[in-house]
């Protein structure tokens, strides 16, 4: 093979880093399909306490689809070269981030405050677990967006395909735990 074709087989490839990414996202979603499917079974099998979803939930939704927005903006202004743009929609999304998961907790707290704790009826369990999983893995989040931060503020402000691959690898989980909370927002409500 000559050099060109090599080199053109070698960009083909999928980044080692976003191959892992995806692995997760794969075994993430497993994991929420396999709960959201015990939930249906369960509360098919009766004695299911209903719920009125708390207020703060459709906030946190709303909360989670703009910090996806900012963190996009942030993203193409690192790519377009716009610094100030892209450091203040990355320390916006952190913001966002962080509020959304105090918008959980208020839910949470809402729900407990009406009747639905984890050791009365397995309905209030499954929300918790599901809610609180989903929590877990937006904090898993709100770390990377940090080190995007240290390095956003730490490092001179230069395109490299390093930082763009980092950078990506944020962005592409973010975007995912969005996609999932409204998958699992609209499960929860519509079951």
Known sequence: MNEVALNHNENKRIHP??????????????????????YIV?????????????NAFYISTVIIILSSITLHTSFRSFINGKE????SMLIATL????LFVIFQYRGWH??????????????GSFLYLITGLHAAHILG???ALTVAIIHAFTLPFK????RKTRFTLVLQYWHFV????????????LS
Do not use: H, R
């Open 178 to 189: 969005d996609i999932l909370w409204i998958y699992l927002f609209a499960f929860l409500l």
């Open 17 to 38: 880093q976003v191959f892992a990414l995806y692995l997760g996202f794969a075994s993430i979603t497993m994991m929420f399909i396999a709960l959201t499917s015990a």
């Open 84 to 87: 100030g743009l892209y450091k």
């Open 110 to 123: 809402a729900l407990f405050d009406s009747g639905m704790d984890l050791k009365g009826n397995v309905s």
């Open 141 to 143: 989040g709100i770390a």
């Open 42 to 54: 369960k509360q098919a099998a009766g004695n299911w306490l209903e719920y009125v979803m708390p």
């Open 159 to 162: 395109f490299s395909e390093k």
């Open 95 to 98: 913001l966002l981030g962080c």
